[in-house]
């Protein structure tokens, strides 16, 4: 969701920063790429010790977080350049689609007042799962509830953490790098943008001509 269908890791800076902020501090560049991709208490866990304040609570810094970014969101939500017309290609083509999301249900049902709560057949947040990305059990739900064997499924993530979750799952990877650069990895496939992506694209990627 962030960084691949939504331009929305610049109002998690704004979130971060404000709160880096009010704990007197700076978040560094280093530290804020290193959270992309990542579930909010790993966020926070990189946050605090950013900072120096490994003692901080970090039940109270996401809370903290998750009331901001919910007021940014419900405002500043903007599409990814061709993430929706490539989306509802894939929805008029009536292939089965799955959120998969480091984010947690709160935020992504605010968010899906922009994307669309119609625009997709499961959705994985990252408070519904025992291990978030970078591990498999994201993509591999994500899976089981649409009903396809993983290895027909094609992910698209914008961040290493995402695409490390979506190969170790076992899918097919299409890598559209947004805040962070993605190192060139074997059955990974990297576009600068959706705006090159297309029905035929995520056929080829599993092996198949286009339906």
């Known amino acids: 969701m962030d960084g691949t269908l939504v331009d929305s890791e610049k109002l998690w800076d704004v979130a971060l920063q404000e709160l880096a902020a009010v704990y007197g501090g700076t978040l560094s560049d280093t530290a804020r790429r290193a959270m992309i991709g990542t579930s909010m208490a790993a966020s926070m866990r990189i946050l605090h010790d950013d900072l120096g ?31 929706l017309a490539l989306l509802r290609a894939v929805r008029a083509a009536d292939i089965p689609t799955a959120l998969v999301t480091s984010s947690g249900r709160k935020l992504v049902e605010v968010a899906l007042d922009t994307l669309g709560r119609d625009s997709f057949d499961a959705v994985v947040c990252g408070d519904e799962v025992e291990a978030a990305k970078p591990h498999p059990e994201p993509y591999l739900t994500a899976a089981r509830l649409l009903g396809v064997p993983i290895a027909r499924c094609v992910a ?25 650069p993605i190192a060139e990895v074997a059955g990974v496939h990297q576009l600068e943008s959706l705006t090159a992506a297309d029905l035929e694209l995520l056929a080829a990627l599993l092996g198949e001509p286009p339906a």
Do not use: H, K, M, N
């Not at 490994?54 to 993430?83: H, Q």
């Not at 097919?172 to 805040?179: D, G, Q, R, T």
């Open 156 to 180: 698209i993530e914008d961040s290493p953490t995402g695409v490390a979750s979506a190969l170790a799952a076992g899918a097919a990877v299409l890598a559209v790098p947004a805040e962070v």
């Open 53 to 83: 304040q490994p003692y901080r609570d970090p039940e109270a810094s996401a809370a903290w977080i998750s009331a901001r970014i919910l007021e940014l969101f419900r405002t500043g939500l903007r599409w990814r350049p061709g993430a």
